[in-house]
Each structure stands twice: as structure tokens, then as C-alpha cells.
């Protein structure tokens, strides 16, 4: 699986070790992503006479260390809030109501969104369509699945308002919080079978925190009467 000729690999074993990585993913969109990023990479190491294998903490630095234009500019390419496209739509499809969720997690959470790398099919139940979602870094893509058949880095499978309970309810380390009554509800769907995620447990918990509807002050912070009734106890 060859790279941008422009940024080779530096030696056979770094060309080996790249195409079993690349080999690893089985999403087209997920292998052209890091492939790209990649191609960066070494360009950028090329340019510095640096092996990937001999790199120490100070020889990556941070952008206003960058010596060129085009560094800039690829770094801030690849810290941009993604672009979310929504593809064509037809029929029982609910691909528009997952466009919205996943538009609204890109908006409050664009680092997390842009870190997601993936293809995911959402099975949701009868009567509607599956869900496709292509996380590919810079851009984000959701439709319809015609092709229920190809290969997906992770499938979720469960009716839609048990699906919805996972995202409704306040998470952990992107899991269902067990200390919460929705949370613990959102974990007997899991338990249970109701809902089933078949893929890696990352990219699950990364798109849960993704989709969440629970904003982040909401996970954190604590509510002025709680506030109010620990001050009170303090002073006993």
C-alpha cells in the first residue's frame, strides 16, 4: 500500500511497518486519512534529516517553532473543526437526525472530532435505514448504507430509543456513568443485549462523548444548591 511518493518511507522496515498499519483498517476512508497524515509526517521529518524511529520528545515541536509556511498550514489543517456532510437521503431514512447530533458534537467537541478515525454502520431497528458514518479527521460524512454488506470498523446495533438512552445519559470515559440512575439504565441496555457495539471499545466511547447530549458543564460541574447544602455541612 504505497504512500505519497513525495514523503517515502525512509527504509524497508518503516516502508513494512506502515503497510501493516495501513493494511489494518477496513475502511477505505479511515486507510486515505492516514495515509495522508502519514505523508505529512514524514515529509516533515525528511525535511529535518529525522528517522521516525530515532526521534526524541524535543525533536517535535510545537507550532511556533515551525520553520515553514506549509507546516503551518498543515497544522492548522489538521487541528480544524471537521466538515460534516450529509449524503443523500431517501425514504425510512433517519440519517438526517444523526447529521444533526453528530453536527452539534463536532461544534462543542471539534479536537475529539477530529482525532475519530472510522467507518461505522448504525443499525437502528425497523422501519428505518441503516445509518453510515465515515470519521475521516478533516471531514465527517453521513447517509444512508445501501450496502449493508461492507466492511465497517464498528457496527452498533439496537432500536433507536435504546440507542438514544446511551446518548442521553451522562458518561464516564465516554461509557454510560454507572453512579447515575440514566447512566445505569443506559448500561442495562449494553448488558442486556439491546444495544450491541461490535468493533473497537475506543472508537465506541470516542463516538458516545461525540454524539452525547449532555453538555460539559453538565458532567462537571456541580449545581449551586449542592454548592450551598456543602458549605453548610462544613460549618457543623
Not at 425497523?126 to 461492507?150: A, F, H, N, Q, S
Request: aromatic letters at 2%; glycine letters at 8%.
Amino acid at each position: 500500500m504505497a504512500l505519497d511518493p513525495i514523503a517515502a518511507p525512509p527504509d524497508a522496515q518503516i516502508h513494512e511497518l506502515l503497510d501493516d498499519l495501513l493494511a489494518a483498517q477496513r475502511s477505505p476512508g479511515t486507510r486515505a486519512s492516514y495515509a495522508s497524515d502519514i505523508a505529512i509526517f514524514l515529509g516533515w521529518l525528511a525535511a529535518r534529516s529525522k528517522h521516525p524511529l530515532q526521534l526524541a520528545r524535543p525533536d517535535l515541536r510545537p507550532l511556533p517553532q515551525l520553520a515553514s509556511g506549509d507546516d503551518r498550514s498543515r497544522w492548522h489543517a489538521s487541528h480544524a473543526r471537521p466538515c460534516v456532510r450529509l449524503r443523500s437521503t431517501r425514504g425510512t431514512s433517519i440519517s438526517a437526525v444523526i447529521y444533526a447530533l453528530v453536527e452539534r458534537g463536532v461544534l462543542l467537541r471539534p479536537a475529539l472530532a477530529g482525532e475519530l478515525r472510522g467507518s461505522v454502520l448504525m443499525r437502528l431497528g425497523d422501519p428505518y435505514k441503516p445509518v453510515r458514518v465515515d470519521l475521516c479527521g478533516g471531514e465527517i460524512e453521513v447517509g444512508d448504507c445501501d450496502d449493508d454488506d461492507r466492511a465497517h470498523d464498528l457496527v452498533i446495533d439496537g432500536a433507536l430509543h435504546d440507542v438514544i438512552a446511551l446518548i442521553a445519559s451522562p458518561l464516564t470515559g465516554g461509557l454510560p456513568r454507572p453512579t447515575a440512575a440514566m447512566g445505569r439504565a443506559a448500561l442495562a441496555r449494553l448488558a442486556d443485549g439491546r444495544v450491541e457495539l461490535s468493533g473497537p471499545l475506543n472508537l465506541a466511547r470516542g463516538l458516545l462523548r461525540l454524539l452525547s447530549a449532555m453538555p460539559e458543564s453538565r458532567r462537571t460541574a456541580t449545581s449551586p444548591a449542592t454548592s450551598d447544602r456543602n458549605r453548610q455541612i462544613a460549618r457543623r
